[in-house]
């Protein structure tokens, strides 16, 4: 059974440009959520997605968005980026009623 | 506001010994309890996860104990191997927020051959 995937793997962008990342699900998987991991603040929660609605919401500001398509595939969006915008982002999937995510492996963003 | 603590930040353990973890949290809401495993470069692995209405857990090599009175609870690492030098961070969540997790802050766990 195929993992999480993330892509693109590893992105560069420049201060004040947006981006767009994208997360595939386990096959089956309808809830996704996402997290931001740096090293000083941690693993940080963003969003989660279930069935296409924002279920949850973490403590970041408006630039950072989402969204979940009817097969599951989500993405998210920073608008604006600022070079504190660089992390780890890493989508996590879970299947409905069972507890625990499966992290992909993340996208690396290195806003310059 | 950390809402789940962790510590030590770093471990260093001889192969074969045990490696100790240990977490805390407030939110007696938290209802799931779980430890990831995470090498560089790669995403947090699920290892273990535990609920309050257990005071243990075991997989293999892997234990959690949990004490529900003193909001706490623990990874126990028996015979460490130098292939479980990863860092391993504690998590929480409730039923209510789906898989939003808590996390801990990370435990940078070397097992020295």
């Known amino acids: 059974k195929a993992g999480v995937t993330q892509t693109p793997r590893y992105l560069i962008k420049t201060r004040g440009q947006q981006v767009t990342l994208s997360c595939s699900p386990i096959?089956?998987?309808?809830?996704v959520s996402w997290y931001q991991q740096t090293p000083g603040q941690g693993l940080q929660f963003l969003f989660e997605?279930?069935?296409?609605?924002?279920?949850n919401k973490g403590n970041f500001p408006g630039r950072f968005s989402g969204r979940q398509f009817s097969n599951s595939r989500s993405e998210m969006n920073v608008s604006t980026l600022e070079l504190g915008d660089s992390a780890l982002y890493l989508c996590?999937?879970?299947?409905?009623?069972?507890?625990?995510?499966?992290f992909g492996q993340g996208t690396r963003l290195t806003v310059v | 506001q950390q809402q789940v603590k962790q510590s030590p930040q770093s471990l260093i353990v001889q192969k074969g010994g045990i490696s100790i973890i240990n977490c805390a949290y407030e939110?007696?809401?938290?209802?799931?309890f779980p430890w990831y495993q995470q090498f560089p470069g790669k995403g947090p692995a699920l290892l273990i996860a535990?609920?309050?209405?257990?005071s243990e857990k075991k997989e293999g090599r892997f234990t959690i104990s949990f004490n529900k009175s003193a909001k706490q609870f623990s990874l126990h690492i028996m015979d460490s191997q130098p292939g479980d030098s990863a860092t391993y961070f504690c998590?929480?969540?409730?039923?209510?927020?789906?898989?939003?997790?808590?996390f801990g802050t990370g435990t940078s766990l070397t097992v020295i051959p």
């Open positions: 096959s089956g998987h309808r809830s």
């Open positions: 535990i609920r309050p209405d257990v």
């Open positions: 997605y279930f069935s296409e609605t924002q279920r």
């Open positions: 939110n007696t809401a938290f209802d799931y």
């Open positions: 996590a999937s879970s299947r409905t009623g069972t507890p625990g995510a499966f």
């Open positions: 998590a929480a969540s409730t039923s209510n927020t789906g898989n939003q997790f808590y």
